[in-house]
């Protein structure tokens, strides 16, 4: 078993410290609303950008040198990687980890090849479950960076790939259901189009609902009990992608009856990109009864791309707490960190600070959010601007007694309405407040 | 009855034309794929940006001077606007337009005294109907402009507002029926949010839906037979508006069973503010079998808010065009120009040539869509592209035969899968084709 | 003189409190870093937003009714408005206001007639000037509203217009001084371009060059001492506007040999439309020398226009502040409330309670500003990340002592070279730390 | 030797052909406003993305398979790129090629090793230039990819980085001069910052004016002649590029006093990116006196990345060419393709048929542009908008002959000014005629 991270250490220090290999807000045991924050927050390291990240961007090579990449023989380099994301996750307490299939193994010339080298890490993990207490918190597979999706997975305008990617999908199911994985993921990178010139829309939506049929029909078949979720995101790598936001991929699932079957992964990033905020897609999600799981991470708003930063606002970790905490929890999903350390922050221990970056500000809105709660200022106001829906026409409208006739003699002689100020202004002072009082 | 544009003679001239007035491209008579180009195009005047605009922006006051607006008596004004909108769709020989109920006629001080006004109004449009052939394209309520709305028509927070949106509709689909009204609009221009932090989001999604049911029933009981339109805009008058794009508007009809009830009016600017070209956003619609009616402008994709400007870009109308080319047509909807003239615009005459200029463009993108269909070389390719799907291991997906085993079976000692190329460069260069051999 | 304000009381009352109507931590007399908060921060507040503006977007009429409004006579009118802005200003103990010359009084027949209106209010001021210590930070003239500034002002189509212009400002000029202003703002609303296709770009770019130097040249001649700010924004109202941004401006005065005549005042709203963070803008104006006021508002960065809400966001703030101890102030230039009331905040109390906000989240940036200074963790990182340029070949380097010769000798054969880590996920912590912990 | 495209024959076929590797509109020795097509346009190809990209992209590998890629030699590999860039070019009749310095030749461990690999290509190319009339437009050098230039080139905050980046460019600008390059590129992908929080603005600015300094002086030293050129671009790689656009680079210049000897290159697609159109930064840059050269490409406005498509857009193609025309060409600048294959556009005949459809897009643009010009409505209509300034007040306004005082008496009685439309709907059907008429 290798260590590759034997020089950190990593505590509680509180708010005053300025160690920056430290907790300054996230006290895992500490109770907010009765339950302790490690089992609000739920955290998860993503295994993709944590092992496998070096820096890379489109104009340019790789920045940072991990220690496990010297090990040259590829199964040996994915066991310690394996012992790598285990060591990581222990030292910073966090109790899960999230992968894509081809994160974990390298590939073989055909699919039996590739799935031999998979089941010998899934074997490793297992073995690693004996001796420590990280879990997987949802599995996925990569049907992306492969040439062979360079026109979709299963919405690809060729068959062979779409037997490939249901085949890939069936074995990812495995061994998430083998790791008890509490969720499994669908994001849909390569699902969408280039080009509307080249694109039989139809069809691959078609397609895109066989897949998922199938998937929940294996599912069922083996027994794998974990929550189904679709992961939004509007475009990149493809032009456009086809569950675009929340609300696109609720349509997806109504028309094709799968509304029951799948819940929805949310990211900070994906949500921007498609203009809304985070707040938004976690508001529509639960008002519709399809929130699941997050994606812990911020994008840079004058930017269009997904850059998957670590999480450092806490206007944003503060609302959207707010939305979880009003939703009633996040179990079974949880909070993955997909978040890359910037290309200049090349040292080992920058992933161990991006990560206390991130749950320390996650741990603040909690605790912001909380503050919101318990003080209830916010609720009392949206329940007065709306009072007028709790009696006289307004309950009757609520309660479904009304119609446009009975509408028309109630208000045809009536006079100036008299609305209430919405007093924005002052609301945002109080999301301010709580972020400065929380501690 | 006033006459405003008598100086004003639109004629046919052809594409060598060099005079503003005179059409370059629109020919109605012209027949394209079997059909006259108006009834193809089925091009509306939008009452609102005709009559009523004239200039002004958020910095500046109104810049142009209408004869009619010099008519000091209300009704008198508003009588003069109807001679005047149907004086100008016969010059321009279009035989629709398309109004909110408050454009027409004033305000009083109860909705009673308005819609006395509005009665009066829609009397003189009936005497009009006799010896003119322009007709209603679709009516709609203006629920968005007096200050009652400031939080919403149907999704506000103050019950009276409610019940006066919807007898605001109640009588707006009446008058719409008087008119023969082929199809009518429900634009949520403030059905939406300012912030989340004082907005109860489900009770506004619960209660938009309660009100559309409401139209529904009382279309029904009136026996109107004409179209429902819900027009996505992602945002602008509000932060974010709940019909935020097609997909939204659909997720929403099909949670609330509206979804053989509506269908979506779409437009060019609302489109490209939502992050989708509007070929994107008629693609979704027609797949979806949502297609109901377009709103023709063009917005300036460098600048974030609602320019509606005339549609000029030839590249916008043909792949319009196609869309609506193979989705069968518009029929009963048609295209609108929701465009209004730039501010510096300010001649009279501009009101035609803004319209000559948008008819024109549109009228290129037909031919020019309408070659890429005679040609079939984009379906071809397609077709080709996709041509594993017909048979074998395809087909047998298409058909609903395979599952993740069987996909297994077939795909896991397969070696490397070939694709082919998406050709998009190649694609791109027959659209322009079309438009340069269009004509 | 008129009172609107009597039921209105403000105080200090510190951070537990949620009074709306009270600063939580804006203690003007606190210091901070050896200065008054006050004269750090030299609040102003603009007379358009708080006087004239009711609440009037493109889709909808005014929501707000200001009490001045029901005085008839126009003049009687503007007198109360002054009376207004002044007891606005001392409840909340502003010390500044800003006005736009047309805000203040109406316009008449002529600029002659015009000209005798603002003579009279000017006078009214001067009257107030005696028994009250607000003052005026700066004025400005407004060559956007009215119809004559269709295309532009000094780049105009139109030589009356520029004349026209050239006369407006003279006027404001001489009452800006009369009224000692500190500043005087030129931002060209109307001066940019709607379509290249109709602009003849380099007689506009010149005429704006001679307009600048004939501004010079009058303040100059009337012993005007006040210091001229560009403002840059980069779109809205026209679709591209010549001062774009912070270095488009500089660019312009470099060229037109304006550079030590002007300074910017910068905004964040129109920082952010232009595509820079408002600390960006900053930073680049203080590097240049050409730092000059700044307006206080905030954007939404999901919606592309200038929303001009009040500031709560004190990520904002604190990296303003930050920018603006590190320029040694903004004297005298002064921070002024470019912002207004969101449509639904109908309250007249709302005024104050916008006001409040954005100065107690400037009040907070102040201090959490401060708090990064007086830790100087930001500074001693700098300070080592650069270090290889304080002695060896990188001091040689900045003393201008090295060439590609000399630089190609040094390095040839060199190994490879090592970089420090950027750590922005820490130095971000690090801001959120000083919000926390700012109070 | 090696060939590979020996299959591919390129032709003119005339605009009736659907053949994807002739020629539509790009007929190189035809004569247009009394120049060739070809010395109007002056075509270079880019090595980068012709030999060197093969559909990597974020999210996924290498979807395409170039045979010189085979050839397991480095230095071999280089000289077979170097005959394919040539054969390339030949086969498409394009005149020129750029490169950045680490296309064309592998790293060595040192720089004087890495000097010595691009000596022996450098070679090789003056060999092929004995048998070829295929010439370098322009040589730059890639400061960008290694990870040494993690924190910027000239802006690096590491002396040794400075050392290194003056050293490589002292090495390309001697080889381009070698090559007779008619221009010398920077584009400062690392010169600019990922925060604000770490970064020494002033030092960095200075230190690229140094550095720029420098480099002016060593080709002077050597006698280079070519054209020394600035590539704008707002962002990514890094966050915030210091030359963020054309105005930006400008003002740039001006302070450092190095306005004289720098020209800029501009690209579509980073002006987009940027926020302005393409015709607005040659306009800006032309009215300057800057216009250097052009990358011709075209982004995609819905996403916020550089996607470098190959130019298929007329209209953007028409306006860039008429202001090229009204700026007396680009010469010794040109038309460089920095434009990559779509990801799924894999054969390798892609190559071809992308840069044809460009060729033939930017072939239509300039018949459209010179359709514009001969028939001059365009001009004509700008000469009489602006035709108040050719005589009387608006003449002595121009000539500096006027002053405040003067307009104010001149303008102070007047009554209303009556402005001119703008006509923009009118002028932008001009365009789309031109585009349709220019065959």
């Not at 029909?217 to 009990?225: L, R, T």
């Not at 003080?375 to 009757?396: N, Q, T």
Request: glycine fraction near 8%; proline fraction near 2%; charged fraction near 25%.
């Amino acid at each position: 078993m290798k260590k590759f991270f034997e020089d950190i250490q990593i505590s509680f220090e509180g708010k005053d410290s300025i160690n920056p290999l430290a907790f300054k807000y996230y006290n895992k045991d500490e109770v907010i609303l009765g339950k302790k924050m490690e089992d609000h927050l739920r955290f998860a390291v993503a295994f993709w950008h944590t092992m496998n990240v070096q820096g890379r961007d489109m104009f340019g090579e790789e920045t940072m040198t991990r220690p496990w990449n010297s090990i040259s023989d590829p199964i040996e380099r994915a066991k310690a990687k394996i012992d790598g994301i285990f060591e990581f996750c222990e030292k910073l307490s966090v109790k899960f980890f999230c992968f894509h299939d081809r994160d974990i193994s390298p590939e073989g010339a055909t699919l039996r090849e590739t799935n031999k080298n998979l089941d010998i890490v899934i074997d490793y993990i297992k073995e690693k479950y004996k001796s420590s207490n990280v879990r997987l918190l949802w599995g996925t597979a990569n049907l992306f960076n492969n040439k062979r999706f360079l026109h979709g997975a299963s919405t690809t305008s060729n068959a062979d790939v779409f037997a490939y990617s249901a085949a890939q999908v069936k074995k990812a199911l495995e061994v998430t259901k083998e790791l008890n994985g509490q969720n499994y993921v669908f994001w849909g990178g390569r699902e969408g189009y280039e080009t509307l010139l080249n694109t039989n829309f139809k069809l691959e939506q078609e397609n895109l609902a066989r897949f998922l049929h199938m998937a929940v029909d294996y599912a069922e078949k083996i027994g794998f009990k974990g929550q189904f979720l679709i992961e939004p995101k509007p475009m990149e790598p493809t032009k456009h992608q086809y569950d675009y936001d929340a609300a696109n991929a609720y349509a997806f699932l109504l028309k094709n009856n799968l509304q029951d079957k799948f819940k929805l992964n949310l990211e900070v990033n994906h949500a921007t990109l498609s203009g809304h905020t985070f707040e938004h897609e976690i508001r529509y999600a639960r008002t519709n009864g399809i929130l699941g799981s997050l994606d812990a991470n911020q994008g840079d708003l004058f930017l269009g791309w997904d850059t998957d930063q670590f999480p450092t606002n806490a206007y944003i970790t503060t609302l959207a707490m707010y939305e979880v905490l009003k939703g009633g929890g996040i179990n079974p999903g949880g909070l993955n960190f997909d978040a890359k350390l910037r290309r200049p922050s090349i040292d080992l221990e920058d992933l161990f600070i991006g990560h206390i970056a991130g749950m320390d500000t996650f741990a603040l809105g909690l605790k912001a959010a909380a503050k919101l709660l318990e003080e209830g200022l916010l609720e009392k106001f949206v329940e007065e601007k709306y009072s007028s829906f709790d009696s006289g026409i307004g309950k009757s409208i609520v309660e479904g007694k009304e119609n446009f006739d009975s509408l028309e003699k109630y208000i045809i002689d009536k006079g100036e309405i008299i609305n209430k100020s919405g007093k924005q202004e002052y609301l945002e002072t109080l999301v301010t407040r709580a972020i400065v009082k929380a501690l």
